[in-house]
């Protein structure tokens, strides 16, 4: 996320935005997020992204987006001047614009806050700890990497391209370096890297990301990284275009099975491990709750999807 526009975007990457409605029952893209939602639980991906079910902000994610706009505005700064003391000054005013912009965040550091409700005044203690845990992941990050030889093409970019078939792949890519080995493609993680029972999800995104790239680009990239600043590990992946076009396909399979879930307004729940972390088990059929009616269609269900 950004609220200060960088520099370096470059609104030529981006193909095109999707039309609200080409008669289709699903309408849109399939973003990284979105795709990881129906192989988590479909059930899921129709509560965020066909009924829009609103979730109460969470302190991890804020503190991802705050380290995240953190270093989209130290690459504004002259590559000699991004060090640590830099990172640890923008914290303050990113904090601020953030919580300006998005005023409902409040709820994400002030946990014990009724929701939904009011929104709560965010208190000094909450700003403090916050600024202070996303200045321990900054300085995580400058041991991993040495931000005055990075050359970035674009920052916090959306990547969207159309393929055959209106089927349409999104994402936002955090960086595109020019690299003397090629292109490289850069998205940091404030959590911790993921054990073997994850990695796979991990690889997916990276999967997904090569693949919009190069789509969208022409451009094969040498490497992708996801920069883990919560214990300082790196999962790299070097595509190729073999890998990309089976990778492709797996997409395509995907998003069929979403379309039929749609034409048939069948989306079941998949109980795991990560239904305790959801905001939705009280519709859930799977923990004795109903799903609200479809929108557009409050007595029968509607198939109608709109993907972002």
């Known amino acids: ?147 005055t030889q990075v050359v970035p093409e674009q920052r916090e970019q959306l990547v969207e391209v159309v393929l055959e078939d209106e089927f349409v792949l999104r994402g936002y890519v955090d960086r595109l370096d020019s690299t003397a080995a090629g292109l490289r493609v850069v998205d940091y993680k404030t959590g911790r890297s993921p054990g073997p029972m994850w990695e796979q999800s991990a690889m997916f995104q990276l999967r997904f990301y090569a693949l919009i790239v190069h789509r969208a680009t022409g451009r094969l990239p040498h490497r992708l990284q996801l920069l883990y600043l919560g214990n300082g590990e790196v999962l790299t992946y070097h595509p190729d275009a073999e890998d990309l076009d089976r990778f492709e396909r797996k997409l395509r399979a995907l998003w069929t099975a979403i379309t039929r879930a749609a034409d048939r307004s069948d989306w079941r729940p998949n109980q795991s491990k990560k239904c305790q972390w959801c905001s939705h088990q009280a519709l859930c059929p799977a923990f004795g709750g109903t799903p609200p009616p479809l929108p557009g269609q409050p007595d029968s269900g509607s198939s109608l999807t709109v993907v972002q």
């Open 1 to 147: 996320m950004s609220i200060s526009p960088p520099a370096t975007r470059d609104p030529g990457i981006r193909v095109r935005e999707v039309s609200e409605n080409r008669g289709h029952p699903v309408l849109g893209a399939l973003s990284p997020s979105r795709a990881g939602d129906f192989l988590q639980c479909p059930l899921l991906y129709r509560f965020r992204t066909i009924d829009r079910l609103p979730e109460r902000p969470g302190l991890a994610a804020f503190r991802g987006t705050l380290v995240h706009e953190v270093l989209d505005r130290l690459f504004d700064l002259e590559p000699q001047a991004r060090d640590l003391a830099a990172a640890t000054a923008l914290t303050e005013p990113a904090l601020a614009d953030l919580l300006a912009a998005e005023p409902e965040a409040a709820f994400a550091l002030e946990e014990d806050a009724a929701w939904p409700g009011p929104v709560p005044e965010v208190s000094e203690d909450s700003r403090t700890a916050v600024l202070a845990q996303a200045r321990a992941l900054l300085e995580a990050y400058f041991v991993m990497e040495d931000p």
